[in-house]
T-cell receptor
Framework: GAGVSQSPSNKVTEKGKDVELRCDPI?????LYWYRQSLGQGLEFLIYFQGNSAPDKSGLPSDRFSAERTGGSVSTLTIQRTQQEDSAVYLC?????????????FGPGTRLLVL | DAKTTQPTSMDCAEGRAANLPCNHS???????VYWYRQIHSQGPQYIIHGLKNNETNEMASLIITEDRKSSTLILPHATLRDTAVYYC?????????????FGKGTLLTVNP
């Protein structure tokens, strides 16, 4: 596709429910990143994929968060047993090859609200 | 990565050039200067980047001083849709610099 796409664009869920957020990177981009951005805050790195493997999961806040990537393309970020503090904009980005030094292109984000 | 300093906010008249400064006095030789912007309620948008030469693309121009300690992003003909927070960051080509972090940035308001 022309850019990074994410779905859903908005998600409202109840505390304790599980949610899945999807990211479609730019075609041909092998590196994929998940970030989150709380209201008025900066970017918080969550995880990065090179192909289907995740060399760096260091930013995942807890074991309720997991992510996978299949076919070197689409990625899904899953949050289990959501909490109110999980409310944020979840951003996905992709870059062409190796992550170091490559320009990251962001999607529009998924706005998650946990009630 | 080197720290950057940007003004908190700037105003620009529609149709005029917007010149956004950034100081990065501790930049090292292998660090690039990147600019992103974030329009309200949207994801960050890549604008331009450069190492030491001035760069231009369809969105903007980037002017980097000879000593590389500062740079200016130029939007040649600002429109209302250019109202956004603009982030200047410096990144090197190795390590874990893929973890992008944005500072406070500059809120550019383009006025009619």
């Amino acid at each position: 596709g022309a850019g990074v796409s994410q779905s859903p664009s908005n998600k409202v869920t109840e505390k304790g429910k599980d949610v899945e957020l999807r990211c479609d990177p730019i075609s041909g981009h092998t590196a994929l990143y998940w970030y989150r951005q709380s209201l008025g805050q900066g970017l918080e790195f969550l995880i990065y994929f090179q192909g289907n493997s995740a060399p760096d999961k260091s930013g995942l806040p807890s074991d309720r968060f997991s992510a996978e990537r299949t076919g070197g393309s689409v990625s899904t970020l899953t949050i289990q047993r959501t909490q109110q503090e999980d409310s944020a904009v979840y951003l996905c980005a992709s870059s062409l090859k190796r992550p170091q030094g490559e320009t990251q292109y962001f999607g529009p984000g998924t706005r998650l609200l946990v009630l | 990565d080197a720290k950057t300093t940007q003004p908190t906010s700037m105003d620009c008249a529609e149709g005029r050039a917007a010149n956004l400064p950034c100081n990065h006095s501790t930049i090292s030789g292998n660090e690039y200067v990147y600019w992103y912007r974030q329009i309200h309620s949207q994801g960050p948008q890549y604008i331009i980047h450069g190492l030491k030469n001035n760069e231009t693309n369809e969105m903007a121009s980037l002017i980097i001083t000879e000593d590389r300690k500062s740079s200016t992003l130029i939007l040649p003909h600002a429109t209302l849709r250019d109202t956004a927070v603009y982030y200047c960051i410096v990144r090197n080509g190795g390590g874990s610099n893929y973890k992008l972090t944005f500072g406070k940035g500059t809120l550019l308001t383009v006025n009619p």
